[in-house]
């Protein structure tokens, strides 16, 4: 299948932005996710674009989209401790049914 | 948003035997699907939980192992069969509205098989 491809660990201190980068392969991707999973918990989804927007902005969560590139990024403002745990980049497009491929997810720890 | 319940939400089991996980969602839902996710991996989807017809499911993924059921809008099982310790691992239900809209998850089933 396509490749969603993420870097595996991030470490930024308390107050800091986070910024989580996710590349992708499919060239039909028509929505791309951010998930966060906390330790021993689901999956809660934090935001999602569509395919034709550049920007999405919710809070402190910043999603930008280059589609040109295929590369999905997360900008976490203001990072908190309680924002500690992997993030997960996940695109669908109709030949999957819109089911979810994922990427394998960035570990993002925050340091006070 | 969708709210969906996963039970049980954690089961110890014993290699050879069986158990069945369910995703029941407060609302109807035109998609529901079943996701793997091993110790330390990323999600991996399993199959599609289809209404009223056979689940489809993924390369890898076989029915006579996760049978799967979807009797209605809003309810859904997975059976893992004959288990063995490699299928332990967090089975998680999702669903949607299709064409790409928000997909939810349920908390996930950790299962551990010794």
């Known amino acids: 299948g396509e490749d969603v491809e993420q870097s595996l660990f991030l470490s930024v201190r308390e107050g800091d932005s986070s910024v989580i980068n996710c590349t992708y392969t499919d060239s039909s991707s028509t929505y791309l996710y951010w998930y966060k999973q906390e330790p021993g918990a689901g999956l809660q989804l934090l935001t999602y674009?569509?395919?034709?927007?550049d920007m999405k902005q919710d809070q402190r969560l910043t999603v930008l989209l280059n589609k040109k590139d295929k590369h999905l990024s997360l900008r976490i403002a203001d990072t908190q401790t309680g924002d500690s745990a992997i993030y997960f980049c996940?695109?669908?497009?109709?030949?999957?049914?819109?089911?979810?491929?994922f990427g394998k997810g960035t570990s993002l720890l925050v340091t006070p | 948003s969708a709210v969906i319940s996963q039970k049980p939400s954690r089961d110890i089991c014993q290699r050879g035997t069986s158990l069945t996980i369910q995703c029941q969602v407060d609302?109807?839902?035109?998609?529901m699907f079943w996701y793997r996710q091993q110790p330390g991996q990323s999600l991996t989807l399993i199959a599609t939980a289809n209404q009223g017809s056979e689940a489809t499911y993924e390369s890898g993924f076989v029915i006579d192992k996760f049978p799967i059921s979807r009797p209605n809008l809003t309810f859904s099982t997975l059976t893992v069969s004959n288990m063995s310790p490699e299928d332990s691992s967090i089975y998680l239900c999702?669903?949607?509205?299709?064409?790409?809209?928000?997909?939810?998850f349920g908390q996930g089933t950790r299962l551990t098989v010794v």
């Open positions: 996940a695109e669908s497009n109709s030949n999957s049914g819109y089911a979810l491929n």
């Open positions: 609302s109807q839902v035109t998609m």
């Open positions: 674009i569509f395919s034709n927007m």
């Open positions: 999702s669903v949607d509205q299709g064409v790409g809209t928000e997909a939810f």
